[in-house]
Every structure is written in structure tokens, then in C-alpha cells.
């Protein structure tokens, strides 16, 4: 197994531009999430995916967008970059009946 | 309101001493709870689970519900242990977990 993927690994986008980080699991999880570090923040959720076709918001979902078309797949979509979203962002993914999250390498991007 | 609280952003130890890094939880329920490394630039891992009770790398730690306590310890720090440790609650299955801020430990020799 990959375990859970994560493309790109680094990503440059100026203020304004659109872009989707990709994010993957071949061990049929259920369940899915997004979380964003920041230095002195640790990791701030901004949602989740309980199964294909159920998202939720975590704690900060403003300026994302997700969806949950199949069980392997779970997308972060940023609508219109703004410097505040200059971050690393983790993937990650659990199976069902688990609490433990297994993560996907990150994705470091930074918006000018 | 849940909620994990690691007192110390940063945590110096010199080789062979012994090392503690602290977490303390706000949770009504029973929550689980778990200790995360990340190393340089790499994704978290987990390190430990207070149900499993187990030793991974030489560290424990114990869920002290009275103190509402999940401390990491270690008797004899390796510089290879030199990371950023994360402390998380989990509310239960299917449900996101709960991060502390984070412990930067670093080892010298």
C-alpha cells in the first residue's frame, strides 16, 4: 500500500489564483480529513469526509472547498489564494470503527 | 470545550537526560489519546496510544485522568529523538482529531 498520497509536495501561487491540493488512500478509510499547520498553531482542522459524498467543516473552513466523490479520494480546493493560507497541509485518514489517523506527507504552499 | 494543552513550545535536552514533555486535556467524556512525531520536514507519525500501554522508542506515557494528564517521557534522550511532538484527543471513531500546539524537543550532545 502508498498509505495516503499527497500532490504537489510544494506549490507557489500568487494572490487571486485558484488550485486544488490532491489527496489519496488506498486503504479503503472511511474516514478523511484536512488539517493546515501552522508555527505556534500545531494542526487546525478544516474538514472532514466521513465516507464518499459527506463532507463537513472543521474548525477553519473559510476559503476551502471539498468533496468526496469515491472512498479514495478527497480534494482541497482553494477558491481565491490569499496570504493567510501560506501553510503545510496534511491529509490524513482513518478506518472505520478507528480512532488513530494515519497522514499523507503535506503539502507546503506559499501564496505571495 | 475540549481542548489539549502543551505548556512548552520548546524543550532542550542535552543527551542521556531524561526527558518529559507535558500534555493536559479538557474532555467530559472518555476520550483516547495520543502522542504524534514529526521529524524534519516529514509527515506525523504516530508514537503511542494510552490504550495500547505500550513502549515505542522508549517512550510511555500515562493517562492520568485525575490530572487530566497524557505526559511523554523518556529516561535517557537520544539526538535522534530531536522532533516536533504533537499530544491529540480523539472523541471517538469517525470524528477529527484534537491537537495540542506542539513540542519542539531537541537533543544536543
Known amino acids: 500500500n502508498a498509505g495516503v498520497t499527497q500532490t504537489p509536495k510544494f506549490q507557489v501561487l500568487k494572490t487571486g489564483q485558484s488550485m486544488t491540493l490532491q489527496c489519496a488512500q488506498d486503504?479503503?478509510?472511511?474516514?478523511m480529513s484536512w488539517y493546515r499547520q501552522d508555527p505556534g498553531m500545531g494542526l487546525r482542522l478544516i474538514h472532514y469526509?466521513?465516507?464518499?459524498?459527506?463532507?463537513d467543516q472543521g474548525e477553519v473552513p473559510n476559503g476551502y472547498n471539498v468533496s468526496r466523490s469515491t472512498t479514495e479520494d478527497f480534494p482541497l480546493r482553494l477558491l481565491s489564494a490569499a496570504p493567510s493560507q501560506t501553510s503545510v497541509y496534511f491529509c490524513?485518514?482513518?478506518?472505520?470503527?478507528?480512532?488513530?489517523?494515519?497522514f499523507g506527507p503535506g503539502t507546503r504552499l506559499t501564496v505571495t | 470545550a475540549q481542548r489539549v494543552t502543551q505548556p512548552e513550545k520548546l524543550l532542550s535536552v542535552f543527551k542521556g537526560a531524561p526527558v518529559e514533555l507535558k500534555c493536559n486535556y479538557s474532555?467530559?467524556?472518555?476520550?483516547?489519546l495520543f502522542w504524534y512525531v514529526q521529524y524534519s520536514r516529514q509527515r506525523l507519525q504516530l508514537l503511542l496510544r494510552?490504550?495500547s500501554r505500550e513502549s515505542i522508542k522508549g517512550f510511555t506515557a500515562d493517562l492520568n485522568k485525575g490530572e487530566t494528564s497524557f505526559h511523554l517521557k523518556k529516561p535517557f534522550a537520544q539526538e535522534e529523538d530531536s522532533a516536533m511532538y504533537y499530544c491529540?484527543?480523539?472523541?471517538?471513531?469517525?470524528?477529527?482529531?484534537?491537537f495540542g500546539k506542539g513540542t519542539t524537543l531537541s537533543v544536543s550532545s
Open positions: 490524513a485518514s482513518s478506518p472505520s470503527g478507528r480512532v488513530e489517523q494515519y
Open positions: 486503504m479503503n478509510h472511511e474516514y
Open positions: 469526509s466521513v465516507g464518499a459524498g459527506i463532507t
Open positions: 474532555y467530559s467524556g472518555s476520550p483516547e
Open positions: 494510552h490504550i
Open positions: 491529540a484527543l480523539s472523541r471517538g471513531a469517525g470524528t477529527a482529531l484534537i
